[in-house]
């Protein structure tokens, strides 16, 4: 397993685009990922975890127009609830959520994929507060991992739905978490 910093971001990258799996902080808690394209590695990191292989996972994306470009048009709601901290969204099917922290933005763009983003713990234990416990967790089973902070809030992101049967459209919360929806 190799250790990266935040600012190796292209080698970091290259793990990604090559189907590796990676350890990494996300916004809101420490994350397993991986490119969320790539059938055989999210099949790999849902092993590693334990999660169901027919389990949803959550894209991180560096801007709405990304989410556009890999899930498709995005209405005025899901626009605005994109653009909550912390909050993913259900668009056309696909839970997304928008990052817009400095290296982790800089990153999201660097991989120019959809990156996995699922808690680095094993499915249903207690979520993890740091690198180190991570890497004890997951020690040669994935590819790279990135030196970081310690993160002491432990909640994962808000996840929403759109009801667009309905007129007006209704915010349907899904998962309550960090992110404050209004």
């Given at each position: 397993?190799?250790?990266?910093?935040?600012?190796?971001?292209?080698?970091?990258?290259?793990?990604?685009?090559?189907?590796?799996?990676?350890?990494?902080?996300?916004?809101?808690i420490w994350?397993?990922?991986?490119?969320?394209?790539?059938?055989?590695?999210?099949?790999?990191?849902?092993?590693?975890?334990?999660?169901?292989?027919?389990?949803?996972?959550?894209?991180?994306?560096?801007?709405?127009?990304?989410?556009?470009?890999?899930?498709?048009?995005?209405?005025?709601?899901?626009?605005?609830?994109?653009?909550q901290k912390?909050?993913?969204?259900?668009?056309?099917?696909?839970?997304?959520?928008?990052?817009?922290?400095?290296?982790?933005?800089?990153?999201?763009?660097?991989?120019?994929?959809?990156?996995?983003?699922?808690?680095?713990?094993?499915?249903?234990?207690?979520?993890?507060?740091?690198?180190?416990?991570?890497?004890?967790?997951?020690?040669?089973?994935?590819?790279?991992?990135?030196?970081?902070?310690?993160?002491?809030?432990?909640?994962?992101?808000?996840?929403?739905?759109?009801?667009?049967?309905?007129?007006?459209?209704?915010?349907?919360?899904?998962?309550?978490?960090?992110?404050?929806?209004?």
């Open positions: 397993m190799e250790i990266f910093r935040h600012n190796d971001l292209h080698h970091l990258a290259q793990v990604v685009k090559s189907g590796g799996i990676i350890i990494y902080p996300t916004d809101t994350g397993l990922g991986c490119d969320a394209l790539n059938q055989t590695a999210t099949q790999k990191l849902k092993q590693l975890k334990g999660k169901p292989q027919d389990a949803a996972l959550i894209w991180l994306l560096p801007s709405i127009t990304a989410v556009e470009k890999f899930c498709g048009a995005v209405d005025q709601l899901e626009r605005r609830l994109l653009k912390h909050t993913s969204v259900v668009i056309h099917g696909q839970a997304v959520r928008v990052v817009r922290s400095g290296w982790l933005n800089r990153f999201l763009t660097l991989c120019g994929v959809p990156l996995v983003a699922t808690s680095a713990n094993p499915h249903g234990q207690p979520v993890i507060t740091s690198w180190r416990q991570a890497v004890l967790l997951f020690a040669g089973k994935t590819d790279a991992v990135v030196r970081g902070r310690k993160i002491y809030h432990q909640t994962p992101s808000t996840l929403v739905a759109v009801d667009h049967t309905v007129n007006p459209p209704q915010i349907q919360i899904l998962r309550a978490g960090a992110g404050n929806v209004r």
